[in-house]
């Protein structure tokens, strides 16, 4: 065992252990801050494979900005976050397939790469990265920016504040309701539709 | 670096008509806000314009990144003439349900952007994000009912899942590339023919990557998601759902899995086989006892992933496979194209419908005939044509893929023409009986007359009249067997 | 290699040190003596009216997350291209402005829709 090894393992144990943590824990805030070590953790596990960069990556958005917008996700909703909130009616099963699927994937990875002779790991450094995404990657990344630009604007659609139109508010005060689709609601619909009164009706009208 | 504009083209227009969309939506204020969708349909145009100058070019860009070749081309036309459709059936229905108009129309473009460069990428990371693209729009625009919580309730489900297959894929992408140490479709294929191939985890990996595809078509271990995202979703958005993204995965499917997977053919091949069986059946069964025409249209259209899933079964490795694998893609093609006339058709005659009534179960098409001759028409031709009656083009369709089989006959390939001829029968009962309520059933008292707008009826009429022309002649479009250059390639 | 990271592993330590550290002496040193007044929640000396842990938070947090996030991979991907700006030339100048041009229109986009005002 070198010292990478050591490194590797400790850190691999880490980012394991927040990981069970983050789907054992009672607290959904807590379970929300487990996630955020495991994935300080993957970025530990970088570092001995010489991904630096990645490592820096890993920090920045996942640890920075993804499990901040998790916690604020959970305290957007109005669903419980404290002990009350989990039901572990799918316990059971989801070990099962979790452990399953562990013992496959890890058979496999063993049996493909398992017997290959080691060698020192030497990570690309950053330029080399640069020149790649930019001299070889340029239509993909374009592209990105297009994803992101829709995944931004999409993500404001959906949490803005209801206004029936883009635009203007709508002064009309509304009662969310779910419609169901069984015979009773169509039939209520059809009402709101003849009379034409009444908010709910209008995204019918 | 140079790079080919022109092969670019068609995505670049789209890229700033999207953007000018957005741009339009926010300085126009009210009703003058529908006019986004002419302004959306004009660059369409001008993109199919850009598709049609590329026919019959060879351009590759980017590195091989990016190929634009008679295959990409025809299903940039199909992608681009389905988005003129939706356009049209959802300059209405947004303007009248009070949607965010400019964003619908914006995230409609960029879903399209992505598709347009699927066909044409001839990498890992490139296909990864044209397949994101065409996704993460799609979540948003399901979910745009917000006052309902049906909608949400689709658009969660729909993207839990989307993003676990996504997560799969990119899994399996990324053990792909520990072997080849490429993600060059073709370096790809070069790298893992041999013995590499037999390694348990290269074939695990390419399943996973498979699936991710197979989500996207809704093949059945992964279709749980349609039925409740195509009626949770706005009408034309569940159309695209049906059609383009389809569409759009069965392109990756056929660019990653003939280019890049050929080496492996003999392991995916008789898998996808299996999986078209399965698909096509379970569709099928589920769709015959179906209430709500969406909901059956969801499920007619999971078995006919089924029946494009066929030709994928055919596939093989080692001599005389590109003969059989050129004859699969070019049915897949075809089965494609015909797909997209008559099921944007029948969504478009449903849209028609729903628009002025709010309904949507099968029982209240009873007496359509009545209402609206024409949409009871349409109606007719395509979900006959999605069954495969004589003079439409679903019949043909259904025999390019008999004939993909009969190129070299095998065991299971009677097998798999044996399903597609039971399914087919089995799809008729569910198809006439919808057909029987148009024309048989009395309309229920209080219905009111139906009278489509300029736009619906162009839709409907054009796709008709296409759905009959290509029934009896089918050689307009079964005569491009230069798509099937992508096999040379691999 | 790994040995560059040896000041960082030292300041983890530290910090984990400090904080652990902390909590015992205080826990050790400190007097207690609770009272419900010094127990109950603090609310600018108002009397609590309900559960705080239960309350919703606004969505407007939610967006200014959201753009955060957005900006965050612009700037993850700005360092690479920083590091190899002068062999990418105006090349390498032009993907950039494209990038972030269109990620600027995200954030034009939001101030026109109001997205960031806080009322």
Redesign the interface.
């Known amino acids: 065992m070198t010292g990478h090894d050591v490194v590797f393992v400790l850190v691999g144990l880490l980012t394991a252990g927040g990981a069970v943590l983050t789907v054992t824990s009672k607290n959904l805030m807590h379970a929300a801050l487990f996630f955020a070590v495991t994935l300080g953790g993957i970025a530990g596990v970088f570092l001995p494979l010489a991904a630096d960069f990645l490592a820096l990556v890993q920090i920045v958005v996942y640890v920075g900005a993804v499990a901040v917008l998790f916690m604020f996700g959970l305290m957007l909703t109005r669903a419980p976050i404290g002990r009350e909130a989990l039901d572990g009616q799918n316990r059971g099963l989801a070990m099962a397939v979790a452990g399953g699927l562990f013992v496959v994937l890890s058979t496999l990875v063993i049996g493909a790469f398992g017997d290959l002779p080691t060698a020192e790991v030497t990570g690309p450094r950053i330029d080399d990265l640069g020149i790649a995404i930019f001299a070889d990657w340029v239509l993909p990344f374009e592209v990105l920016s297009m994803l992101l630009l829709a995944a931004l604007i999409g993500a404001i659609v959906l949490a803005r504040r209801e206004t029936g139109e883009s635009g203007e508010e709508l002064t009309v005060t509304r009662i969310e309701m779910a419609q169901d689709r069984d015979p009773d609601a169509l039939e209520r619909e059809q009402a709101a539709l003849t009379s034409g009164s009444g908010g709910d009706g209008e995204e019918h009208a | 670096m140079q790079i080919d504009f022109i092969a670019i083209l068609p995505e670049i227009i789209l890229t700033v008509t999207a953007l000018l969309v957005l741009a339009a939506d926010l300085a126009l204020r009210g009703d003058a806000k529908q006019f986004v969708n002419p302004l959306a349909g004009l660059g369409t145009v001008a993109a199919i314009i850009a598709t049609v100058a590329l026919w019959g070019s060879e351009r590759v860009t980017f590195g091989t990144m990016y190929v634009v070749d008679d295959f990409a081309v025809l299903f940039k036309l199909l992608f681009l003439g389905t988005l003129l459709a939706i356009l049209a059936i959802s300059w209405r229905y947004i303007a009248e349900h009070r949607f965010f108009q400019g964003e619908y129309y914006f995230l409609l473009l960029t879903s399209f952007i992505g598709m347009l460069l699927m066909p044409s990428s001839r990498d890992l990371i490139m296909l990864f994000i044209a397949l994101e693209t065409v996704s993460v729009p799609a979540f948003v625009m399901v979910g745009m009912r917000k006052r309902d919580l049906y909608s949400s309730e689709s658009a969660l489900k729909f993207f839990l899942l989307g993003v676990l297959a996504a997560a799969l894929m990119l899994f399996g992408m990324s053990m792909v590339y520990g072997f080849a140490g490429t993600t060059d479709l073709v370096g790809i294929a070069a790298a893992i023919s041999g013995e590499t191939a037999s390694v348990p985890l290269l074939l695990g990996s390419v399943m996973l990557v498979l699936v991710g595809f197979g989500f996207k078509i809704s093949a059945v271990p992964f279709h749980f998601w349609a039925p409740d995202t195509y009626s949770g979703a706005p009408m034309p958005v569940a159309a695209m759902l049906a059609v383009a993204s389809k569409a759009a995965g069965f392109a990756g499917l056929v660019v990653v899995a003939f280019i890049a997977f050929e080496p492996v053919a003999d392991v995916w091949g008789p898998m996808l086989g299996v999986l078209a069986v399965l698909t096509m059946t379970v569709g099928n069964l589920i769709a015959l006892q179906q209430r709500d025409l969406i909901r059956l249209l969801a499920y007619s259209s999971v078995a006919q992933a089924g029946y494009i899933l066929i030709p994928f079964g055919l596939a093989r490795t080692g001599p005389g496979a590109a003969v059989v694998n050129a004859a699969a893609i070019e049915a897949v093609v075809f089965y494609l194209i015909a797909y997209a006339v008559m099921n944007v058709g029948a969504f478009a005659v449903a849209i028609a419908v729903e628009r002025r009534t709010g309904l949507r179960s099968i029982a209240d098409y009873a007496g359509l005939s009545g209402r609206s001759p024409l949409l009871a028409m349409g109606m007719t031709v395509f979900l006959l044509s999605l069954g495969g009656a004589p003079l439409t083009v679903g019949l043909w369709a259904k025999f390019a893929i008999l004939e993909a089989i009969a190129v070299d006959i095998t065991l299971f390939g009677i097998v798999l023409a044996g399903f597609l001829v039971v399914n087919s029968v089995i799809a008729f009962f569910y198809y006439l009986k919808v057909v029987r309520t148009v024309w048989m059933d009395e309309a229920p008292a209080g219905l009111p007359q139906l009278q489509p707008g300029f736009n619906l009826s162009a839709v409907v009429v054009v796709l008709m009249v296409g759905t009959l022309v290509l029934g009896v002649l089918p050689g307009l479009v079964t005569d491009f067997s230069s798509v099937i250059s992508i096999v040379a390639a691999g | 290699?790994?040995s560059e990271?040896l000041p960082v592993l030292l300041l983890f330590g530290l910090a984990v040190a400090f904080a652990v550290g902390s909590l015992v002496v205080s826990s050790l040193v400190g007097p207690r003596v609770p009272n419900p007044t010094k127990l109950a929640a603090y609310e600018s000396g108002n009397i609590p009216l309900a559960d705080v842990?239960?309350t919703?938070?606004?969505?407007k947090?939610?967006?200014v997350?959201?753009?955060?996030?957005?900006f965050?991979?612009?700037?993850?991907?700005i360092?690479?291209?920083?590091?190899?700006f002068r062999?990418?030339g105006w090349?390498?100048l032009g993907?950039?402005a494209?990038?972030i041009g269109?990620?600027g229109?995200?954030f034009?986009?939001?101030i026109?829709?109001g997205?960031l005002e806080w009322d």
């Open positions: 290699m790994l990271y842990r239960n919703r938070f606004s969505v947090f939610y967006m997350a959201m753009l955060f996030l957005i965050d991979i612009e700037v993850v991907f360092y690479p291209w920083a590091v190899v062999e990418l090349f390498g993907q950039m494209l990038f269109i990620l229109v995200a034009v986009y939001e026109g829709r997205g």
